[in-house]
C-alpha cells in the first residue's frame, strides 16, 4: 500500500479523535494532497515543512459577509463614483453599465472582502482617474510574515525577483518569477492592473506602481496564504525549479531597506561636481503647513551646499514619486528659473481656489547650472504637472521613462468607506491642469531623453540614468 496514502489515512482518524475541527482537517489533507503532486518532486526550500498552524489571523481574512451586505456596498460604491466630475471621459456608458452588469452578476453568494474587491476595483479603475480608488487598508495591518517574501520588477509583463528572500540558493538576483500559487506571472500582471487606477489608464503608471506595490496590490487581489509555491527560473537559465514558503515564522525583513529610505536626501559627488536631490514623495501637508516649511528649509540648505561646494550639474531624482502637495513643486520651480513662469491654468477654478498661477523666480536660481530630472512610469499628479511646465519651458533635461501621469488630474477626497466590508474609497474633485500647450491626455511627460532601465541594471546596481548625466558633456 502506498505509504502516503497510509500517512494520510492515519492523520485523518487522528484528527478525529482528537476533535479538531473539519476547516483544520481539510487544510491538513490539502497540504498531503500537495506532497502528491508534481511540485513535490522538485526540490523545495521552506522554513518548517511539516509544522502546520491554524492561524486566527488568515482565519479572518476567509470569513465571508452575507450577500445582503456586499450589494449594500456595491451599490454605496456606484454612488459615490456618480460625484466624478468625468465619469466617462476613458470608458464611454455603455461600455461602463455592461461592466458594471457583469461585476454584479459575479454577487451570487457571500463573499470575502478580498473576493469583493476582486470584483469591484475593475470598475473603480475603469474610469481612468489616479485620484480615484479604493483601498483594502487590512494589508497595512497585517504582519510582513504573512506577505509573499518576495521583492519584484516587471518588464513586458515578465516578473523578476530583484531579492532572495525565499529560502532557496538558486532563486537568485534576476530570476524570472513564472507562477505564484499556480498562477502565473502574466495573468497576475492582467488581474493586478485591471484593479489599479491610473490617470487615462495609463500603463506606464501601471508598471511603474506595480514595481513599488506589488506587495499591496497582490495581497489585496489574492489576499493572504498559508503557504507560496513559487515557480521561477534562475537568472540566465531555462532550469524550472519551484519552492515553497510556509507561513510559520516572523519573515526576514526585507522591505525595511526600502521602506526607511528617506523621503528627502542629498547626494554630493565632488569629484564629477555633481549632485543629485532624491525626492519620494511630495506629501509634506498632513500636518499643516509646518511640513511644507521643512520641505522648503532643506532644499533651501541644499542649494546652500552645492554653491559652496561649486556643483556643476544637479539632478532632480523623482522616480517612484507619485505626487503630492504642489506647493512643494512650484518652490523647486522657483529654484530653476530665472523668469516669471506660467504655472496653474488661469481659469475660474484656480481664481477660487486663491492658487498663485505664476512662479517667482529666487534671486538666488539655480538656472545657469545643467539641470536634470529623472523620471519613470510612477511619476503622476502634482510631479507629472511640474515635469509638464519644466518640459514646456525647457528648464531642463528629462531623462527616464514615460510618465504615469499627465499634465491634468483630478485631486481626490475622502469619500465614506464601504459600509459592510471596510473597503476605503476616495473620489476624484475637479480637474486641475498646468499651462501648457494641451497635450494628449492619454499619454504622459515624454522625457527629452529616453534610459531603459533593465533587470541587468538592478542586479550590478548600476544606474543608466546617473552614468549618462555623469558622462555627459557640458555645463
Same mark, same amino acid.
Given at each position: 500500500?502506498?505509504?502516503?496514502?497510509?500517512?494520510?489515512?492515519? &492523520?485523518?482518524? #487522528?484528527?478525529?479523535?482528537?476533535?479538531?475541527?473539519?476547516?483544520?482537517?481539510?487544510?491538513?489533507?490539502?497540504?498531503?494532497?500537495?506532497?502528491?503532486?508534481?511540485?513535490?518532486?522538485?526540490?523545495?526550500?521552506?522554513?518548517?515543512?511539516?509544522?502546520?498552524?491554524?492561524?486566527?489571523?488568515?482565519?479572518?481574512?476567509?470569513?465571508?459577509?452575507?450577500?445582503?451586505?456586499?450589494?449594500?456596498?456595491?451599490?454605496?460604491? +456606484?454612488?459615490?463614483?456618480?460625484? @466624478?466630475?468625468?465619469?466617462?471621459?476613458?470608458?464611454?456608458?455603455?461600455?461602463? *453599465?455592461?461592466?458594471?452588469?457583469?461585476?454584479?452578476?459575479?454577487?451570487?453568494?457571500?463573499?470575502?472582502?478580498? *473576493? #469583493?474587491?476582486?470584483?469591484?476595483?475593475?470598475?473603480?479603475?475603469?474610469?481612468?482617474?489616479? @485620484?480615484?480608488?479604493?483601498?483594502?487598508?487590512?494589508?497595512?495591518?497585517?504582519?510582513?510574515?504573512?506577505?509573499?517574501?518576495?521583492?519584484?520588477?516587471?518588464?513586458?509583463?515578465?516578473?523578476?525577483?530583484?531579492?532572495?528572500?525565499?529560502?532557496?540558493?538558486?532563486?537568485?538576483?534576476?530570476?524570472?518569477?513564472?507562477?505564484?500559487?499556480?498562477?502565473?506571472?502574466?495573468?497576475?500582471?492582467?488581474?493586478?492592473?485591471?484593479?489599479?487606477?491610473?490617470?487615462?489608464?495609463?500603463?506606464?503608471?501601471?508598471?511603474?506602481?506595480?514595481?513599488?506595490? #506589488? &506587495?499591496?496590490?497582490?495581497?489585496?487581489?489574492?489576499?493572504?496564504?498559508?503557504?507560496?509555491?513559487?515557480? #521561477?527560473?534562475?537568472?540566465?537559465?531555462?532550469?524550472?525549479?519551484?519552492?515553497?514558503? $510556509?507561513?510559520?515564522?516572523?519573515?526576514?525583513?526585507?522591505?525595511?531597506?526600502?521602506?526607511?529610505?528617506?523621503?528627502?536626501?542629498?547626494?554630493?559627488?565632488?569629484?564629477?561636481?555633481?549632485?543629485?536631490?532624491?525626492?519620494?514623495?511630495?506629501?509634506?501637508?498632513?500636518?499643516?503647513?509646518?511640513?511644507?516649511?521643512?520641505?522648503?528649509?532643506?532644499?533651501?540648505?541644499?542649494?546652500?551646499?552645492?554653491?559652496?561646494?561649486?556643483?556643476?550639474?544637479?539632478? $532632480?531624482? &523623482?522616480?517612484?514619486?507619485?505626487?503630492?502637495?504642489? *506647493?512643494?513643486?512650484?518652490?523647486?520651480?522657483?529654484?530653476?528659473?530665472?523668469?516669471?513662469?506660467?504655472?496653474?491654468?488661469?481659469?475660474? !477654478?484656480?481664481?477660487?481656489?486663491?492658487?498663485?498661477?505664476?512662479?517667482?523666480?529666487?534671486?538666488?536660481?539655480?538656472?545657469?547650472?545643467?539641470?536634470?530630472?529623472?523620471?519613470?512610469?510612477?511619476?503622476?499628479?502634482?510631479?507629472?504637472?511640474?515635469?509638464?511646465?519644466?518640459?514646456?519651458?525647457?528648464?531642463?533635461? +528629462?531623462?527616464? *521613462?514615460?510618465?504615469?501621469?499627465?499634465?491634468?488630474? @483630478?485631486?481626490?477626497?475622502?469619500?465614506?468607506?464601504?459600509?459592510?466590508?471596510?473597503?476605503?474609497?476616495?473620489?476624484?474633485?475637479?480637474?486641475?491642469?498646468?499651462?501648457?500647450?494641451?497635450?494628449?491626455?492619454?499619454?504622459?511627460?515624454?522625457?527629452?531623453?529616453?534610459?531603459? !532601465?533593465?533587470?541587468? @541594471?538592478?542586479?550590478?546596481?548600476?544606474?543608466?540614468?546617473?552614468?549618462?548625466?555623469?558622462?555627459?558633456?557640458?555645463?
Amino acid at each position: 500500500m502506498d505509504k502516503i496514502y497510509i500517512i494520510r489515512v492515519t &492523520l485523518f482518524f #487522528f484528527l478525529l479523535t482528537t476533535h479538531i475541527s473539519y476547516a483544520w482537517e481539510a487544510e491538513c489533507v490539502k497540504h498531503l494532497n500537495f506532497y502528491k503532486t508534481p511540485y513535490f518532486q522538485k526540490k523545495i526550500y521552506d522554513t518548517n515543512p511539516y509544522k502546520l498552524i491554524k492561524d486566527s489571523t488568515l482565519i479572518k481574512f476567509r470569513s465571508k459577509i452575507e450577500n445582503k451586505k456586499l450589494i449594500q456596498d456595491f451599490n454605496q460604491l +456606484l454612488e459615490t463614483l456618480k460625484e @466624478h466630475p468625468s465619469q466617462f471621459e476613458f470608458i464611454d456608458k455603455l461600455s461602463f *453599465e455592461n461592466l458594471i452588469n457583469t461585476q454584479r452578476d459575479k454577487l451570487k453568494d457571500s463573499m470575502t472582502v478580498t *473576493e #469583493f474587491y476582486r470584483v469591484v476595483s475593475p470598475i473603480v479603475a475603469s474610469l481612468g482617474c489616479l @485620484h480615484t480608488r479604493i483601498v483594502d487598508g487590512r494589508f497595512f495591518r497585517t504582519p510582513p510574515k504573512y506577505w509573499l517574501p518576495l521583492i519584484v520588477w516587471f518588464k513586458d509583463q515578465k516578473m523578476y525577483a530583484i531579492n532572495n528572500c525565499v529560502e532557496s540558493t538558486e532563486m537568485n538576483i534576476g530570476s524570472e518569477i513564472l507562477e505564484i500559487n499556480g498562477i502565473s506571472s502574466r495573468e497576475i500582471y492582467k488581474s493586478l492592473t485591471s484593479s489599479i487606477s491610473a490617470d487615462a489608464l495609463n500603463s506606464k503608471f501601471y508598471r511603474g506602481d506595480l514595481n513599488v506595490n #506589488f &506587495l499591496y496590490y497582490y495581497h489585496s487581489y489574492y489576499g493572504f496564504d498559508s503557504e507560496y509555491r513559487i515557480k #521561477f527560473k534562475p537568472y540566465n537559465s531555462e532550469k524550472k525549479i519551484t519552492t515553497t514558503f $510556509f507561513v510559520n515564522k516572523p519573515a526576514p525583513d526585507y522591505k525595511v531597506e526600502i521602506n526607511n529610505k528617506p523621503r528627502l536626501n542629498l547626494e554630493v559627488i565632488k569629484e564629477k561636481e555633481i549632485a543629485v536631490i532624491r525626492i519620494k514623495n511630495f506629501n509634506y501637508y498632513p500636518r499643516g503647513k509646518q511640513n511644507i516649511d521643512f520641505f522648503k528649509k532643506k532644499l533651501d540648505d541644499y542649494i546652500l551646499k552645492m554653491e559652496q561646494d561649486s556643483i556643476k550639474k544637479i539632478a $532632480f531624482d &523623482l522616480r517612484g514619486n507619485r505626487g503630492g502637495n504642489p *506647493e512643494c513643486t512650484q518652490y523647486i520651480l522657483s529654484y530653476i528659473t530665472s523668469k516669471k513662469i506660467n504655472f496653474y491654468e488661469n481659469n475660474e !477654478l484656480n481664481k477660487r481656489r486663491n492658487r498663485p498661477t505664476v512662479v517667482e523666480p529666487k534671486t538666488n536660481n539655480i538656472s545657469k547650472k545643467k539641470i536634470y530630472f529623472m523620471i519613470d512610469g510612477r511619476c503622476a499628479s502634482a510631479t507629472t504637472q511640474m515635469l509638464a511646465v519644466v518640459k514646456h519651458n525647457k528648464l531642463a533635461t +528629462l531623462l527616464g *521613462e514615460e510618465t504615469g501621469g499627465t499634465y491634468s488630474t @483630478h485631486p481626490g477626497r475622502r469619500a465614506p468607506v464601504l459600509k459592510n466590508t471596510g473597503l476605503g474609497l476616495q473620489i476624484g474633485t475637479k480637474r486641475e491642469s498646468v499651462s501648457v500647450p494641451r497635450l494628449p491626455l492619454n499619454l504622459g511627460i515624454v522625457p527629452n531623453r529616453p534610459i531603459e !532601465l533593465k533587470v541587468e @541594471h538592478l542586479m550590478k546596481q548600476n544606474d543608466p540614468i546617473l552614468e549618462y548625466i555623469i558622462n555627459e558633456r557640458g555645463k
